[in-house]
């Protein structure tokens, strides 16, 4: 790596910067530790566990039931996704079949909960690169989906409406209409979001070439979800492996093959349309029946390992049960999509200037308890 | 590939590797330690395999034998999964595993993780520190004898 | 005289801490005591310092964002730096690794400041209570809290409820009688 001053003369020298733990455009408490010269990034080390909470541990002394509910505090912005991963392995595991009623709401609420997700990584983009104005836009909207949510649910952020066997609730009779309604409303809204923010010279300036993953980068880091989608590689899990009722719904995997940080966030904005044609395949067409079935007040599994994917906000999200046929699990992994994106982050941001650092965390999108677990 | 047909591919191309039963969710192989490394130059280099994606690692600790880890590929290309599975020797002098770091880069974060909460030393690592838990903290809470009475409340 | 003291009045609002008397030269005395202009100050300015670490921080931004506003109530600037900062917002777990980072920035804040501790992690350690190697049972373990928020996470209408708690608690004060909240601070307890 060179400095970038052409007079030879100038001796620079590298020194360290922790960006962290507690800074306002690192997503939460993540502390990087820059060795830098001038502004140019050598190496980037990221220091973990500010918010490492011993999930797994907890796991194993909890039963599959109580689990559901840790994992709302894991990636908290895709709540739904991680209690499904959990309730799907746990139900395949146990040969448990839902009715369709519950695989049309599951799926709803996915959606739902994923552009709830996107909006507020959308806002915070662009506050990190400096426009407050997205802030406002995206949290007006995502209070509609709040709304939503809490009506059903009762709760706007950590659901905890799957439980294994189906839901906790049935929908409340207000819940179709109010979501056709924001439909309807963002649809209007994104493209207000495209013209704020999308064609914005300095934006697309701030994110066009900087962090540049390449296909084989991709899948060597074990990149996924919209970051990987956005350098070309097909790993949506929706479609790869459907679960719920995603073999039942038409919908485009949104792949940009250039992979630099504008591609990931225009992969985030396309996915937002196609979540919402999801939700609005499924809405009108839920089947009647029973919104849970009966399992054992106490869930056991039978000895063995399971494996679940779903496809979270952020990428793979993967939930690994080792059972030896007692109440709790004896070993719980969470594969949490944001800890192997993190790991390409040295890696890409090599020759960067620091707030390319931030532009490049932020099209990453990162949840940092998802990471720590 | 169908599960049948790697099992028979991989038993073709190498001894010793023994499967798991057959109502398991994957296939699943268990290699000895020392043909680890070979096993995955194999898995992700041969054309019909492919197995370029390891979507998870997770350390175990098979108490009171061995510790152990379990490695979750998948082929980009193929779509097909493969679950490795390797133990070391005692668990409490033998933890040693060989890196695959090198082979598969997400790893090299994944092994940090798994040597921090488990303990396992991972052999050829290039960078082999505490990932989560600060470098003065003792032992490895995710083993099973693990006890910390300062900072657990154990219901 | 008569009709210059009614406009004095609609400029005032009521929770002004004083009387105006107009000297008679155009000029105005204000009459209060010390006590109450202070703390009347103190409360509508509060600048908050976000130390949001996980979920709860996302009901703090819902509460700064376009529906709830908590600009409304003079806690608009958010500064990242303690320095400038008079109330520090923990929002979510504080672990053994965090620890002696959050003392730190307390630490750094100058006098008087003010600590709300949002949500069941920052009061007690909330879920991860049992069995949790790396959490703190309670932001109060490290530092000396104002403002107790409930709820996991709690609704941005507790935060705000909460703020409004603090402004009350820092218009009863004494300012002679003061203390550094953190003198005789027991972490242990």
Redesign the interface.
Known sequence: MTTTDTNTELKTQEYLINMG????AAH??LRLILTVDGEIIHKVDPDL???????E??CE??TYKQIV??T??LD??SSHMNNEAVCLAVENAMGIEVPERVKYIRTIMDELTRLASHQ?WWGVMGMDIGALTT??YA??D??MI?DIMEETVGA???MNYNIPGGLMFDIHPNFQRRVKEFIKHFRKALPEYNTLLSGNIIFKKRLQGIGYISKEDAVAYGVSGPSARGSGISCDVRKIHPYSAYDKVEFNEVLIEGGDSYDRYMVRMKEMEESMNIIEQLIDNIPEGDYQVKTPALIKLPKGEYYQKVESARGEFGVFIISDGKKSPYRLKFRSPGFSNLSILDKISRGHKIADLVAIMSSLDFV??DIDR | MTRTELQSFLSSKMEGLEFGEETTQYLTVTAPKEKLRELMFLLKDTEELAFDYMFSLTAVDWFPKSLGVIYHLESTKFRHILVVHVNTGNREDDVTIDTVSDIYPTAHFHEREAYDLMGIIFDGHSDLRRL???DDWVGH?LRKD?V?EA????? | MGVEKEVKKEVLKDDFPGQVIPAGNGGNIVVGVLDKIINWGRSNSLWPL??????C???M??TG???HDWSRFGFEVAR?TPRQADVIVIA??I????AP?LRK?YDQMAEPKYVVAMGACAISGG?????????V?GADHVIPVDVYVPG??P?PESLLDAMIKLQKKIRSTKNSERVNPIEGFDEGK
């Open positions: 733990p507690q800074h306002p939460g408490v566990g500010y918010i490492h909470r011993s999930i541990k907890m002394r909890d509910h840790l709302d505090r908290y912005l507020l802030f406002m949290f007006r995502r209070e709040n706007r952020l950590t940092i308890p | 989560f838990l600060t809470p693990y910390d900072n657990m409340i154990v219901k | 976000y130390f949001g670490t996980s979920c921080a996302i009901e931004m819902q964002a376009a529906r990242p979510g777990t672990t053994n690794k965090m980072a920035l879920p991860f209570y049992y069995n949790s190697y790396s959490v049972r996991c996470p609704r």
